[in-house]
């Protein structure tokens, strides 16, 4: 009988990204491993990057870094599907994303939902650094496995860290931990009240103010249990939802209030 299988007799993805946009010009594109870009053409008002992953989904000891400059310049960058977190036998896959916005830049990150499977083991780090005279708009959303498929997350390892920089001074933290038996955890009124998909939508600019007006009569049709905060020329969105399908339709709406534009077309193949 074989012996048990470790960290060295298993196949890791590994992923490397680095966009540089100055303007109109593209001043650096790398990629390497499993981690893709594509950049469509598009007459909307803002660039339009996508990011594929060609490993299908992330599982234990994988490493994907995807680096973003922009400078000058309007640009959304999204994923082509859903990513999705397989179960793990070794350490956590790691994610690191390090976002840059210079000059005026308006700079939207909104990938696609990430999928946790059970027996995932992810340590993810996002991080931002803007000039005070540019706009971001972050969106991530957490899905814990499949309605359609009537799977259940009874255990997970999922770390999420944020940390945000606005001329060098950081002005948002926050931090996220999944451990342990998550379906208990979850249905704990004070935790998830039995949420299965979870949202955080941010905001940095200045004009906050018109943002806030757009959105507040927005939220009041959602389905989801949802709230917006303000302050600080920033604001924070957060949507839990029961119902994964129900819960994406009300973040569709919510982005398309605070972009005032239609979402990147991979949203809707």
Request: charged share 25%; glycine share 8%.
């Amino acid at each position: 009988m074989d012996g048990p299988t470790n960290d060295f007799n298993l196949q890791r993805s590994k992923g490397d990204l680095q966009l540089k946009l100055r303007g109109d010009k593209i001043e650096r594109l790398f990629q390497s491993g499993c981690a893709r870009i594509i950049l469509p053409k598009t007459y909307d008002a803002m660039k339009e990057a996508v990011i594929l992953n060609t490993a299908g989904g992330i599982t234990g000891g994988d490493e994907l870094k995807i680096q973003l400059r922009a400078e000058a310049c309007a640009l959304v960058v999204t994923t082509q599907a859903a990513e999705r977190l397989y179960k793990s036998i070794s350490k956590s896959a790691k994610i690191s994303i390090d976002l840059q916005a210079k000059t005026g830049t308006s700079l939207h990150w909104l990938p696609q939902e990430t999928i946790v499977f059970d027996g995932a083991k992810v340590d993810r780090t996002i991080k931002l650094n803007m000039s005070a005279d540019s706009q971001c708009l972050l969106a991530e959303t957490i899905i814990l496995g499949r309605e359609a498929m009537g799977e259940r997350i009874t255990r997970c390892h999922f770390t999420d860290n944020w940390r945000l920089f606005r001329d060098g001074q950081l002005f948002h933290a926050e931090s996220m931990r999944l451990a342990g038996e998550i379906e208990k955890i979850l249905e704990a009124i004070a935790c998830g009240n039995g949420g299965k998909m979870f949202t955080t939508i941010l905001y940095s600019g200045d004009d906050i103010e018109l943002r806030r007006s757009a959105l507040n009569p927005i939220i009041e049709q959602c389905a989801s249990n949802c709230a917006a905060s303000y302050w600080k020329n920033k604001l924070v969105f957060r949507l839990v939802s029961r119902h994964p399908l129900a819960g994406k339709a009300d973040v569709k709406l919510i982005l398309a209030s605070l972009r005032d534009q239609p979402l990147p077309r991979v949203w809707n193949s």
